[in-house]
């Protein structure tokens, strides 16, 4: 069984009606992650958007 074949929450193997999540459950975790905005990626400010201290 491949990697893709797995669940992303809990990686139990996938069922195919509920793919890619193994259950309903999982399925709802990763929705109230994604709404909750538990899914972020890490991001470094602009410098050209600072506001120049020296006016």
Same mark, same amino acid.
């Given at each position: 069984?491949?990697?893709?074949?797995? #669940?992303?929450?809990?990686?139990?193997? *996938?069922?195919p009606?509920?793919? =890619?999540? #193994?259950?309903?459950? #999982?399925?709802?975790?990763?929705?109230?992650?994604?709404? *909750? $905005?538990?899914?972020?990626? =890490?991001? +470094?400010?602009? $410098?050209?958007? +600072?506001?120049?201290?020296? +006016?």
């Open positions: 069984m491949s990697k893709s074949e797995r #669940c992303p929450i809990c990686g139990a193997p *996938t069922v009606a509920e793919r =890619p999540f #193994c259950s309903d459950r #999982c399925r709802h975790v990763d929705l109230h992650r994604w709404l *909750t $905005e538990g899914y972020r990626l =890490p991001a +470094q400010e602009d $410098e050209s958007e +600072q506001p120049d201290p020296e +006016q």
